[in-house]
């Protein structure tokens, strides 16, 4: 593996488990972390890394592969600054649940001699933080892998594939015009609608905690995502609004249907399709 040096901006759920699950899987290179030094120094107990820092130019420089774990918007807030502190030949990747907007700038940004592989494993948890972190958490996942479309970047968005492979991940190979539209669907609607529907059950529960202290595991289920934290939905909000507001008028819309079909038998027809949807999942989502 020609990643001997990695760096990881971001020591959360998601940079931690990266970092936890090259260790298990026997990366021999370095690991660095950067965060706050809170943040590290959980990290560094956890084995997660080998060395951190809060300044993100000694992070970066000399590191063959830079992977950008933290907010969207964070994330196009540092690209600027890896751009100027990554060395030729390395590889920058991220794992924003938003493509467009940090493909769109890494372009910009990012000298020619450094390449760019937007990444978004399908793989997060309701809670966060390095303490939630599992070497484990990418198993059986899928990876939204985007391409750079620049000449001299095959090798290593092939190696990073491979590495993705290795820890138990399926690469999924798109543009990002396409990830923005599917993860609106699969990833972002469900968290509102989660969020709409605790909220919605906050607002109806009386002084006796009905209808709340009543609900079982399928409320339990659908709600689970509603402990999300607001600051990482709302910059998936802020840079995936019209993905997200079109999966919202859709579903309004087969809300009105299912209304409508409510003293009918031909609500039958909405449930076989909710099946089918399920049967496929089992599948691996193909046919």
Not at 47 to 60: P, Q, R
Not at 86 to 111: F, M, W, Y
Not at 130 to 146: M, Q, R, S, Y
Not at 225 to 240: F, G, K, Q
Request: proline share 4%.
């Amino acid at each position: 593996m020609s990643f001997q040096r990695i760096a990881i901006l971001g020591c959360g759920l998601i940079g931690g488990s990266f970092a936890l699950a090259l260790k298990k899987r026997g990366f021999a290179g370095e690991i660095v972390g950067c965060d706050r030094a809170d943040v590290l120094e959980k990290a560094k107990a956890r084995g997660a890394i080998d060395a951190g820092t809060s300044e993100l130019s000694e992070a970066v420089a000399n590191a063959d592969l830079v992977y950008l774990a933290t907010p969207v918007v964070t994330i196009l807030d540092l690209l600027p600054q890896v751009a100027k502190a990554a060395k030729p030949g390395a590889l920058i990747t991220d794992a924003g649940s938003t493509k467009v907007r940090i493909c769109r700038l890494a372009k910009e940004v990012l000298p020619d001699n450094v390449s760019f592989l937007g990444g978004h494993p399908m793989a997060g948890r309701e809670v966060g933080g390095i303490e939630n972190a599992d070497p484990d958490l990418f198993v059986g996942k899928k990876w939204g892998l985007i391409q750079d479309d620049r000449r001299g970047a095959e090798d290593a968005e092939k190696e990073f594939a491979e590495l993705v492979e290795k820890l138990g991940a399926q690469p999924v190979w798109m543009d990002a015009e396409t990830h923005d539209w599917a993860v609106a669907l699969v990833s972002h609607l469900p968290q509102l609608v989660s969020t709409a529907l605790a909220s919605t059950t906050w607002d109806e529960t009386d002084e006796d905690g009905l209808p709340l202290s009543l609900a079982g595991p399928g409320y339990r289920d659908l709600t689970r995502l509603a402990a999300s934290p607001y600051e990482l939905w709302r910059d998936i909000c802020l840079t995936n609004g019209d993905n997200i507001a079109r999966a919202l008028d859709r579903l309004e819309q087969r809300l009105a249907h299912i209304r409508g079909l409510l003293r009918s038998r031909d609500l039958a027809e909405e449930f076989e399709k909710a099946q089918q949807t399920c049967a496929m999942l089992k599948r691996g989502g193909r046919e």
